[in-house]
């Protein structure tokens, strides 16, 4: 039984997240105390609950602690099983970090899943459905793991209820080197809307071309299907052998300018960076990397998320992260124990 | 783990603050929605109360419910309330509701919503809870602050917690008030008598519905009616005058006529229209003293206008209505009256749902001490002067007036008029033995005699009828009755002269005998200008 003090580095639900993926993979039992431990109101939040019931589903696991509020969480795996799963989370919960949960169990399984999603698909603080499709789904096929995507109806908040599924195949883990960008960046921006006045994207697109010079054909904008009404912008900046994506959400009282603004603020100290990796992908990778036993990427100043991060797998795998400044930027290594 | 799982809530469904079409709907608060969109709040069950004619604003918002939130359960209780301001009414139904929910709070943890529904609703919702038959807290939601999201804000009042003690304390202080007053301040000892002061502090605010004082002459049945006014006065639950009426003094040929007034002409002597006491009660509290004492006819039309708000006064053709407290009192058993075929049963079934019965001083003898203090300070407070006793007086009189030997026929009554008699005769502001002896002498003859004639009140009742057809009722309270005697002679003698000075010759012929000249009439205008009258409106209003 391993025991997790919530209230590590940032003390949010990464810890959480993190410690459920790997106790499933791993079948190691453990407990968590302090969880949101100082917050205004500590404890399990609903997102939180629902990641942890959806593990528990997974791994057949015994579960103590699991109600809104607590600050106690016992988790006791039985048994891994692949097959086909559906998780329903509230408007304000994403669905994107349902799966970041149960993901690498399922890609350690005996067999392949799918899982269908019902929830959010593009919310604040958390990957947009995008992000997945586009950056981190590549790179999971080159480390030899499979994840297939599709989309039918996008959630934003505060609606929620967006539907898609994630196809998995198991992994037969090749670790990978991501540390140099090859050509030119490419960049592509998608801008989705549902139930909103056409001049946002319109605007929004406006301030894509202006201040990134993008061409009218690198910008798609897309009427999706939604229960609610959303917006979001999306850029993929292709670096040759990877992709990262960075996003912003429409959201009452801000202009679509500044939501624009945001992503090519964002999109412009990544292209200044000369890395291949950016600050989203780096969090993703750590954890298959870890499941691969080696690997190394380029990146920016590592988060305090993407530091506690890589503390919870050292904890639960045999391996070793190392982070350390090369020429101006990061350089993540992780080897085995 | 049942438990823990999330929450079971009731909630009326909001027609107007849960409305909204199309995406819009997405753009302002919600409180049903609302309250499954809460990082921080996991609800289980969610039980919307609907009127069937909202069906279709219900099908949307448990859409919604479902989509913002899976995990919650949504459904439907219908609760068809004719008029949903109605307190009865919706009390009546959530109440049943609570009977077939039949929530057990080892297995739900349960909130009652009181955002939504009418305010009646949320009284109805708040009494339920707090008497447990919904065994839940109370969850309140409330918009965002600064319209910032959608998502607004929540809160679980646990009416079980500590800190609405205070607020009961607030209650029970309120309702200690109301005892005291009913009291009229008086520390009473007597157990039984405390218990049904009360009763009485809780029934009377509550309900407009007759109430019957039983008891012994000079109980003081007159002076309690007087207090629930006062009370309900207090709070605010009348605004009508108090009239107060001694059945026994109206028998006969006048009763109908004084109770429920006449049309001018409608027998020999009818000069002028009369309104009657019923009507001069409206909207205020009527005590019919002696009641088993009205006769017949007085009797069905007294139902009448307690059943139907409305009468018949006696030579009219049309009826006048009037909405007043009836307060009626007795001395006798007014079932063994309706055996006797005296009384109606039916009045009597509608008078006696709330029956108070005032024991006599005898059967609260510890209670004779502190209205003792009471009396003596009711007396002192009205010459201006402080009477007291010396307590060798005090002492050999409270013997007396505690022993077997003190019959107390009159009761309070008896006693006021012993300590009147008492302060008057006690010259230096002391009773000594002395008087108290020879009280103690006069007492024992009085009870010997046996028997006390009742005061009256008919003279009283009928300077004050006049007054208010020439004045306000606010203005007639606000004259002391020292005056309302005399203006109300004045009234009558305006109005059978022609003219101003007719009726001064008359009202001032003593000192128009002394002195040679005088203007009368000029000082009968200036007496009725003193109350904002004057001869033309006094004399045509007749």
């Known amino acids: 039984m391993l025991f997790l003090d919530g209230s590590m580095g940032e003390g949010g639900g990464q810890v959480l997240r993190t410690a459920l993926g790997l106790s499933l993979v791993t079948g190691t039992a453990f407990s968590i105390e302090k969880i949101r431990a100082g917050r205004e109101k500590p404890g399990l939040k609903r997102q939180h609950l629902t990641a942890v019931l959806a593990a528990a589903e997974v791994g057949d696991a015994a579960v103590e602690g699991a109600a809104i509020g607590s600050q106690r969480l016992t988790f006791k795996p039985k048994g891994l099983r692949a097959g086909d799963y559906r998780f329903a989370i509230g408007s304000a919960g994403s669905t994107t970090l349902v799966l970041q949960t149960v993901l690498p169990a399922l890609l350690s399984a005996n067999g ?147 939501v624009a603004g945001n992503v090519a603020n964002e999109a412009e100290e990544l292209l200044t960076a000369n890395v291949p990796v950016g600050e989203h992908l780096a969090d993703q990778l750590l954890i298959p990397m870890a499941l691969a036993r080696g690997g190394a990427f380029r990146t920016m100043t590592p988060s305090l998320h993407t530091r506690t991060n890589a503390q919870v797998i050292e904890q639960f795998l045999p391996v070793q992260f190392a982070m350390r400044e090369d020429a101006g930027a990061w350089r993540i290594e992780v080897q085995s124990r | 783990m049942a438990k823990s799982a999330g929450h079971t809530v009731v909630s009326f469904l909001g027609v107007s603050l849960d409305r909204g079409a199309g995406r819009e709907r997405w753009e302002h608060w919600r409180p049903n929605v609302s309250i499954c969109q809460h990082e921080d709040l996991l609800i289980k069950r969610m039980i919307l109360l609907c009127e069937r004619r909202y069906s279709k604003l219900y099908d949307q918002i ?35 509701l609570s009977r077939d929910l039949a929530f057990d709070p080892e297995d739900e943890d349960l909130l009652v919503h009181m955002t939504t529904g009418t305010h009646v609703a949320q009284i109805c919702l708040f009494l339920l809870t707090e008497t447990r038959h919904f065994p839940a807290r109370l969850l309140q939601t409330g918009p965002p602050p600064g319209n910032q999201d959608i998502v607004g804000t929540w809160q679980i009042i646990d009416l079980d917690l500590s800190r609405f003690d205070r607020l009961a304390q607030r209650f029970a202080q309120e309702h200690q008030q109301g005892e005291s007053l009913l009291k009229s301040g008086i520390a009473t000892r007597n157990a039984a008598f405390n218990e049904l002061i009360t009763q009485m502090e809780r029934v009377a605010p509550a ?28 709070r605010h639950q009348l605004v009508g005058p108090f009239i107060e009426v001694n059945c026994a003094t109206i028998r006969g040929d006048s009763a109908h006529s004084t109770l429920f007034g006449h049309k001018r002409g409608a027998f020999t002597g009818a000069l002028q229209d009369r309104a009657g006491l019923l009507r001069a009660a409206n909207g205020g509290l009527l005590f019919l003293d002696e009641i088993g004492e009205l006769g ?59 029956t108070f019965r005032l024991p006599g001083l005898r059967d609260r003898i510890e209670d004779l001490e502190p209205n003792l203090d009471y009396e003596l300070e009711r007396y002192s407070a009205k010459v201006g002067r402080r009477v007291h006793f010396s307590a060798e007086a005090r002492r050999r009189y409270l013997d007396f007036a505690t022993s077997s030997g003190a019959l107390w026929r009159g009761n309070f009554r008896d006693l006021n008029g012993s300590v009147t008699r008492l302060c008057t005769l006690a010259a230096s502001g002391r009773i000594t033995e002395e008087e108290v002896r020879g009280e103690i002498v006069r007492l024992e003859a009085d009870w010997l005699r046996d028997g006390h004639g009742a005061p009256e009140h008919v003279a009283m009742v009928d300077d004050d009828l ?65 109350f904002g009258l004057d001869y033309e409106g006094v004399a045509a209003s007749r």
């Open chain 1, 112 to 258: 392949p899943s799918t899982v269908e999603l019902v929830g959010g698909t593009h919310n604040p603080l958390a990957p947009p459905f995008d992000f997945l499709q586009h950056a981190f789904a590549p790179v999971l096929h080159r480390m030899g793991a499979g994840l297939g995507l599709e989309i039918h109806k996008h959630g934003f908040y505060p609606a929620g209820g967006g539907q898609w599924r994630a196809t998995i195949t198991p992994a037969a883990w090749q670790p990978i080197e991501l540390l140099t960008r090859l050509g030119e960046p490419q960049l592509r921006a998608r801008i989705v809307s549902a139930k909103i006045p056409s001049h946002v994207a319109q605007r929004e697109a406006s301030m894509l071309r202006a201040r990134l010079k993008l061409r009218a054909d690198e910008i798609t904008i897309d009427e999706v299907a939604s229960p609610g009404p959303g917006n979001a912008v999306m850029l993929r900046l292709g670096f040759g052998e990877v992709t990262e994506l960075v996003s912003g959400l429409g959201d009452r009282g801000i202009r679509a300018e500044d």
């Open chain 2, 296 to 354: 017949a006819d007085e009797q069905a039309m007294l139902l009448r206008a307690l059943e139907e708000k409305r009468f018949l006064p006696l030579g009219s053709d049309k009826e006048v209505e009037s909405d007043f407290q009836l307060i009626a009192g007795t001395n006798r058993d007014l079932g063994g009256a309706v055996a006797r075929g005296t009384f109606r049963e039916d009045l009597l079934a509608r008078i006696n749902l709330w």
């Open chain 2, 207 to 234: 309900s407009t519905a007759p109430i019957l004082l039983m008891g012994p002459t000079g109980a003081g049945k007159s002076h309690l009616a007087r207090r629930i006014y006062d009370l309900k006065k207090q």
């Open chain 2, 466 to 530: 006049l007054l208010l057809e020439v004045l306000s009722e606010e203005v007639v309270a606000g004259i002391d009755r020292f005056d309302r005697v005399q203006l109300a002679e004045v009234v009558r003698c305006c109005r059978r002269h022609r003219s101003l000075s007719a009726a001064g010759r008359e009202l001032f012929a003593a000192s128009r005998a002394k002195r040679a000249t005088t203007n009368d009439a000029d000082r009968l205008r200036k007496y009725l200008a003193r």
């Open chain 2, 62 to 96: 448990a859409a919604d419910i479902a989509t913002v939130s899976p995990e919650t359960v949504v459904e439907r209780r219908d609760v068809a309330l004719r008029d949903p301001w109605d307190f009865e009414e919706v009390f009546d139904k959530l109440f049943q």
